[in-house]
T-cell receptor, first 114, second 110 residues
Framework: DAGVTQSPTHLIKTRGQQVTLRCSPK?????VSWYQQALGQGPQFIFQ???????QRGNFPDRFSGHQFPNYSSELNVNALLLGDSALYLC?????????????FGPGTRLTVL | GEDVEQSLFLSVREGDSSVINCTYT??????LYWYKQEPGAGLQLLTY?????DMKQDQRLTVLLNKKDKHLSLRIADTQTGDSAIYFC??????????FGKGTRLHILP
């Protein structure tokens, strides 16, 4: 049973560029949440997707957008990258929309913005 | 505002018990979680507790919840070198969003 997978594992971009990160949920899961984890910090909730729609959003600017596909996989897009966007981006999957449902995390994508 | 607080570091001798503490602010939290993160890895769910419970035990792990004081603790019995990691406390707030603490780095002394 495959767990949550993310690609790429590492990425280096320069300021102003755009980036797309990808996530495949755990088998049987239909909900994907994205988190940003800055160095030395806990993960911060970006947004959650269910049935191909954004259902909840944290305190992140519109530069952060996402998409969910019919197979439940998801993408996180960040436009106009800033140095402060450098972080580990974690994807988590679960079975229903409620945050109370157990979330399983992927290994993350480490984004470095130069 | 909403906040989850944890001490940043804890050192424990191998074989002793580790106790990691956490305080949270949202009294309407329904679930509280403990996650483990090893270097370069994602988060691994260790255990969770419903807000109507006081204690939950799962093998070497014991979670205690004091809802009145909004205090959560994770006890790891017989701490091993493989327990060395960062431990995150997280609450599900009234908006159904998960709020994480900054994590406690557990260091195991030989």
């Amino acid at each position: 049973d495959a767990g949550v997978t993310q690609s790429p594992t590492h990425l280096i971009k320069t300021r102003g560029q755009q980036v797309t990160l990808r996530c495949s949920p755990k088998s049987g899961h239909d909900t994907v949440s994205w988190y940003q984890q800055a160095l030395g910090q806990g993960p911060q909730f970006i947004f959650q997707y269910y049935e191909e729609e954004e259902r909840q959003r944290g305190n992140f600017p519109d530069r952060f957008s996402g998409h969910q596909f019919p197979n439940y996989s998801s993408e996180l897009n960040v436009n106009a990258l800033l140095l402060g966007d450098s972080a580990l981006y974690l994807c988590a999957s679960s079975l229903r929309t409620g945050m109370t449902d157990t979330q399983y995390f992927g290994p993350g994508t480490r984004l470095t913005v130069l | 505002g909403e906040d989850v607080e944890q001490s940043l570091f804890l050192s424990v001798r191998e074989g002793d018990s580790s106790v990691i503490n956490c305080t949270y602010t949202d009294s309407s939290s329904t679930y509280l979680y403990w996650y483990k993160q090893e270097p370069g890895a994602g988060l691994q769910l260790l255990t969770y507790i419903f807000s109507n419970m006081d204690m939950k035990q799962d093998q070497r792990l014991t979670v205690l919840l004091n809802k009145k004081d909004k205090h959560l603790s994770l006890r790891i019995a017989d701490t091993q070198t493989g327990d060395s990691a960062i431990y995150f406390c997280a609450e599900v707030n009234r908006d159904d969003k998960i709020i994480f603490g900054k994590g406690t780095r557990l260091h195991i002394l030989p």
